[in-house]
T-cell receptor, first 112, second 112 residues
């Protein structure tokens, strides 16, 4: 089954404790991205990757890191999480950035 | 400042009624997508419109792209409870531009 998987689905952590949210797709898509979703703000892009070893900042990259060492995986790293990073996070993949985005199920992160 | 503004932000109507939601921008988009997101899931693509003035129908849903490619609308006829969800528009600014910008979203509730 073609899908995007994210782990964990739910995470509660404390300020400053490094965490990684994994994202994997099995559709051989070149383009992958991370979004955060907050009430009234829609989906805002954090980082995107057009291919292996190619990443770039989206609209709200501060406080986040990503890497794209393999085509299928695109982890999101929060080196020192803060409460303002409490949000619902989605990973998405597509052939190209302007094509249909296939989203993962989301990761709800709470930073205390 | 959001590139894509959706209105209304919230809409609650009775089953069987018709409704229209709007996606507006001051920028010209090469293409525009509409997604629906249900609770606990990621957004799923409904339709992509590419040509100014284009109208696409998906059963009871009618999508229109403005002539100037700056706005779009989604009209639902005889709404049903299954239409409940968050509707998001997303646009690509230039042909070949990999970045997809999402709107602020319209949360639709259909009351049985």
């Amino acid at each position: 089954e073609a899908q995007v998987t994210q782990n964990p689905r739910y995470l509660i952590t404390v300020t400053g404790k490094k965490l990684t949210v994994t994202c994997s797709q099995n559709m051989n898509h070149e383009y992958m991205s991370w979004y955060r979703q907050d009430p009234g703000l829609g989906l805002r892009q954090i980082y995107y990757s057009m291919n292996v070893e190619v990443t770039d900042k989206g609209d709200v990259p501060e406080g986040y890191k990503v890497s794209r060492k393999e085509k299928r995986n695109f982890p999101l790293i929060l080196e020192s999480p803060s409460p303002n990073q409490t949000s619902l996070y989605f990973c998405a993949s597509s052939f190209r950035g302007y094509n249909e985005q296939f989203f993962g199920p989301g990761t709800r992160l709470t930073v205390l | 400042t959001q590139l894509l503004e959706q209105s209304p932000q919230f809409l609650s109507i009775q089953e069987g009624e018709n409704l229209t939601v709007y996606c507006n921008s001051s920028s010209v988009f090469s293409s525009l997508q509409w997604y629906r997101q249900e609770p606990g899931e990621g957004p799923v693509l409904l339709v992509t419109v590419v040509t100014g003035g284009e109208v696409k129908k998906l059963k009871r849903l009618t999508f229109q792209f403005g002539d100037a490619r700056k706005d779009s609308s989604l009209h639902i006829t005889a709404a049903q409870p299954g239409d409940t969800g968050l509707y998001l528009c997303a646009g690509s600014l230039n042909f070949g531009n990999e970045k997809l910008t999402f709107g602020t979203g319209t949360r639709l509730t259909i009351i049985p």
